[in-house]
């Protein structure tokens, strides 16, 4: 049983350890293929994906080679470690929990209100310092030029992204005629020039919080399943703490009926007689 559970332990922390690095790839990838450069949601993932990798190693270690301070080591980490991906999973789906995007009659496209989504991801988007830097991401990859020679007809026939829908254009219920705007507060925020657009309009503070809630919920998925592995190896690790901990300590007395029931070690006789002899003297 001893060698069976710890051959578990150690298959289980070697899968953790695999695991953890799609948690890295995605939080590396998510950096590199952002529109915004949003990054508040790659920073905990990779903090917590090298954790993972690390606390894996010194439990494959501690089960494989029986140092019972590692496997203790571990425990400690690992229980803190699947409250903290926890939490951070329960957070991300409570935030993503509102928004979405609102059809526009005969368009393909949506459009997007600031006022759908979560409270604490309007804070961030209205913070002057994050709108700049997140501005800069969005002109700096070149979203709206992908548009910039669409026709008439393409707005009506083709679909566009979250960010070009609330930053590249202005709200299609604005009217401009003779010099006089007709709409909503976005409406006067629009403006021709590149460097302008609708970059302050509330629609595309919107545009970005969708991104990032899309890319949050997929994000969640990987950290339920990698919550589920976490939770597995850990319980099969307090199995093989405490076979280690037996190994190191292999007798006693209340360990005589069990005893009775298997073949014991050469060393078992020597020992009990010792045990036997210690009693009478004391």
Request: glycine letters at 6%; charged letters at 20%; hydrophobic letters at 45%.
């Amino acid at each position: 049983m001893y060698r069976f559970s710890n051959t578990v332990i150690g298959v289980l922390n070697l899968l953790s350890l695999l695991a953890s690095i799609p948690i890295i790839g995605a939080a590396l990838w998510k950096a590199r293929s952002s529109t915004t450069c949003e990054n508040f949601l790659q920073t905990p993932l990779l903090v917590i994906g090298f954790i993972i990798l690390l606390v894996s190693l010194a439990g494959f270690i501690g089960a494989c080679f029986n140092v019972a301070w590692a496997l203790w080591v571990y425990l400690v980490v690992m229980i803190f470690l699947i409250a903290t991906l926890m939490g951070l999973t329960l957070f991300g789906l409570v935030v993503t929990s509102q928004g979405g995007g609102v059809e526009v009659p005969g368009r393909v496209y949506k459009e997007y209100r600031l006022g759908d989504y979560h409270p604490w991801l309007r804070e961030r988007v209205r913070d002057p310092q994050y709108w700049i830097s997140i501005r800069s991401c969005i002109l700096s990859s070149k979203t709206c030029a992908k548009i910039e020679s669409w026709t008439t007809l393409d707005y009506f026939q083709r679909d566009m992204t979250s960010v070009q829908s609330g930053c590249c254009k202005p709200p299609t219920a604005c009217t401009y005629e003779t010099g006089v705007i007709v709409g909503g507060d976005d409406c006067y925020r629009w403006n021709n020039g590149i460097e302008t657009l609708c970059y302050e309009c509330d629609a595309c503070k919107a545009g970005v919080l969708e991104e990032i809630r899309l890319d949050w919920r997929k994000l969640s998925v990987v950290n339920i399943l990698v919550l589920v592995l976490l939770i597995a190896v850990y319980a099969a690790g307090c199995c093989a703490f405490h076979n280690t901990r037996h190994a190191a300590h292999p007798y006693h007395p209340s360990d005589d009926n069990r005893m009775t029931k298997v073949r014991p070690r050469w060393d078992y006789y020597w020992w009990r007689w010792w045990h036997e002899k210690k009693e009478q003297l004391y």
